[in-house]
């Protein structure tokens, strides 16, 4: 362990800064950015942030990037406790992951042993233990149906997630009974993870709407882009919009061109992504709404003098919600993939019960708390998200009709 955390697995502040001071100077990392800001740098970003971590790529370049890790350990605002809409949705991609193994991933054409399978952004569990366990079960049936048991492999999971995401509680949990060898992958997808041609399976799910920083524009007072009184792009003028998705797809063609290095041919990725249809607004985007509702609640807490909104200019969510039109573009600028399959899925419509504002937003509090107390402090974040869990029972209608889109893409890659 590197410091004090506590009982949810997070570092007290100053702790947090002594060690994010160490991250970010070790004197072989100072060395490596030296010799590679010679070279082409692909990212920059703030330095100041305790969270800030230095990834090298298989070019050299160091690239700066933002880390925001879900809430760590096993209290009542832990990820491991306020994951289940995620839950939900690897549940109910199940079968359309299997499909895809028996239908399209060609276990004839690897003669390695072992099967190497990644998950990209795990977090801490228990999603990513349920999802591996999916995947080493159908590639296991595919190579029994191919008439291979003698040549049945072994499997080594590697699970991946930024150097601050709680790996303690991720690797104390895994499952006892589990078919395959663990390691732990710290670094950004958003760069190189593995060795070239080395992964036979890769997977992702709720991870890749995270964008590597904020687009810098948003904080340009002299910008058509400065995002003033927003923290998203949800209901902001279209150049705020179309810096979110300029930084989306500069990070999509690092991150897909990462995986098509590593990934054996005829090797498969399967991600599971927050989206919108194409063509609709992101206000009518349950997931954006309620970035807005966020948003409004922040400006509520302005407007009674608890933060300053100078803060709320400052601050916006390095989050991006594609549309299916934008990832197949972007997939297919990449000659060595191809798309097998993609479509959205509606996973929220076969959830028991109308909208809980209160469940959503300890669900959305696991996720952001972090990024929320590292900019507002945290002072402010239990009125945040109680005004949030009023907030979304107050919009729940609009919430609801806009679940009925569908709103995660699911989608099957494959290496040529
Ligand atoms: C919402 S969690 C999803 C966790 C898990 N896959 C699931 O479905 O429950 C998103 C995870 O992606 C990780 N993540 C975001 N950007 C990343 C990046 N560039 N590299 C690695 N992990 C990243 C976050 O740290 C976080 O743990």
Same mark, same amino acid.
């Given at each position: 362990?590197?410091?004090?955390?506590?009982?949810?697995?997070?570092?007290? $502040?100053?702790?947090?800064?002594?060690?994010?001071?160490?991250?970010?100077?070790?004197?072989?990392?100072?060395?490596?950015?030296?010799?590679? @800001? /010679? /070279?082409?740098?692909?990212?920059?970003?703030?330095?100041?942030?305790?969270?800030?971590?230095?990834? @090298?790529?298989?070019?050299?370049?160091?690239?700066?990037?933002?880390?925001?890790?879900?809430?760590?350990?096993?209290?009542?605002?832990?990820?491991?406790?306020?994951?289940?809409?995620?839950?939900?949705?690897?549940?109910?991609?199940?079968?359309?992951?299997?499909?895809?193994?028996?239908? /399209?991933?060609?276990?004839? #054409? +690897?003669?390695?042993?072992?099967?190497?399978?990644?998950?990209?952004?795990?977090?801490?569990?228990?999603?990513?233990?349920?999802?591996?366990?999916?995947?080493?079960?159908?590639? &296991?049936?595919?190579?029994? !149906?191919?008439?291979? /048991?003698?040549?049945?492999?072994? +499997?080594?999971?590697?699970?991946?997630?930024?150097?601050?995401?709680?790996?303690?509680?991720?690797?104390?949990?895994?499952?006892?009974?589990?078919?395959? +060898?663990?390691?732990?992958?710290?670094?950004?997808?958003?760069?190189?993870?593995?060795?070239?041609?080395?992964?036979?399976?890769?997977?992702?799910?709720?991870?890749?709407?995270?964008?590597?920083?904020?687009?810098? &524009?948003?904080?340009?007072?002299?910008?058509? !882009?400065?995002?003033?009184?927003?923290?998203?792009?949800?209901?902001?003028?279209? &150049?705020?919009?179309?810096?979110?998705?300029?930084?989306?797809?500069?990070?999509?063609? @690092?991150?897909?061109?990462?995986? !098509?290095?590593?990934?054996?041919?005829?090797?498969?990725?399967?991600?599971? @992504? $927050?989206?919108?249809?194409?063509?609709?607004?992101?206000?009518?985007?349950?997931?954006?709404?309620?970035?807005?509702?966020?948003?409004?609640?922040?400006?509520?807490?302005?407007?009674?003098?608890?933060?300053?909104?100078?803060?709320?200019?400052?601050?916006?969510? $390095?989050?991006?919600?594609?549309?299916?039109?934008?990832?197949?573009?972007?997939?297919?600028?990449?000659? #060595?993939?191809?798309?097998?399959?993609? &479509?959205?899925?509606?996973?929220?419509?076969?959830?028991?019960?109308?909208?809980?504002?209160?469940? #959503?937003?300890?669900?959305?509090? !696991?996720?952001?708390?972090?990024?929320?107390?590292?900019?507002?402090?945290?002072?402010?974040?239990?009125?945040?998200?109680?005004?949030?869990?009023?907030?979304?029972?107050?919009?729940?209608?609009?919430?609801?009709?806009?679940?009925?889109?569908?709103?995660?893409?699911?989608?099957?890659?494959?290496?040529?």
């Amino acid at each position: 362990m590197l410091g004090q955390v506590n009982n949810e697995g997070r570092l007290d $502040p100053k702790e947090r800064h002594e060690i994010g001071t160490r991250v970010r100077r070790p004197l072989f990392m100072r060395c490596l950015y030296r010799a590679s @800001i /010679k /070279k082409r740098i692909k990212h920059t970003a703030h330095l100041g942030s305790p969270q800030t971590q230095r990834v @090298i790529s298989n070019d050299d370049a160091a690239t700066m990037q933002q880390s925001f890790p879900m809430n760590g350990g096993d209290g009542p605002h832990s990820y491991r406790n306020n994951s289940h809409f995620q839950r939900q949705d690897i549940n109910v991609s199940r079968t359309m992951i299997e499909e895809a193994i028996a239908k /399209k991933l060609d276990v004839k #054409c +690897f003669s390695s042993n072992p099967f190497r399978l990644a998950d990209l952004g795990c977090s801490v569990g228990p999603n990513t233990f349920i999802a591996m366990q999916h995947i080493v079960e159908a590639v &296991e049936r595919k190579y029994l !149906a191919q008439g291979l /048991k003698s040549e049945m492999p072994e +499997f080594q999971v590697f699970f991946n997630d930024h150097v601050g995401n709680d790996f303690n509680t991720l690797f104390a949990s895994l499952p006892t009974e589990r078919r395959y +060898f663990a390691c732990g992958v710290p670094g950004s997808f958003h760069g190189r993870l593995f060795p070239e041609s080395s992964i036979h399976f890769m997977f992702s799910s709720h991870a890749l709407h995270w964008l590597s920083k904020v687009p810098e &524009e948003l904080l340009d007072k002299n910008s058509p !882009a400065w995002n003033r009184g927003r923290i998203h792009y949800t209901s902001g003028p279209e &150049e705020v919009s179309h810096a979110y998705a300029a930084q989306f797809e500069h990070d999509m063609e @690092i991150f897909l061109s990462a995986r !098509a290095k590593e990934l054996v041919v005829g090797g498969m990725i399967v991600f599971l @992504i $927050p989206a919108l249809p194409n063509g609709i607004p992101a206000s009518q985007n349950p997931y954006c709404v309620m970035f807005d509702l966020l948003g409004a609640s922040l400006m509520d807490m302005a407007k009674e003098g608890l933060i300053s909104e100078a803060q709320v200019d400052s601050f916006n969510l $390095p989050i991006h919600v594609a549309s299916p039109e934008q990832m197949t573009e972007m997939v297919e600028k990449n000659e #060595c993939l191809t798309i097998e399959r993609m &479509e959205l899925v509606d996973s929220r419509s076969k959830l028991v019960g109308p909208i809980n504002g209160k469940e #959503c937003a300890m669900c959305l509090r !696991a996720g952001l708390e972090g990024i929320f107390t590292q900019h507002f402090g945290s002072g402010i974040i239990d009125q945040l998200f109680d005004r949030l869990s009023k907030q979304i029972m107050e919009s729940s209608h609009q919430l609801e009709s806009g679940n009925k889109e569908g709103t995660l893409l699911f989608v099957v890659v494959r290496r040529k």
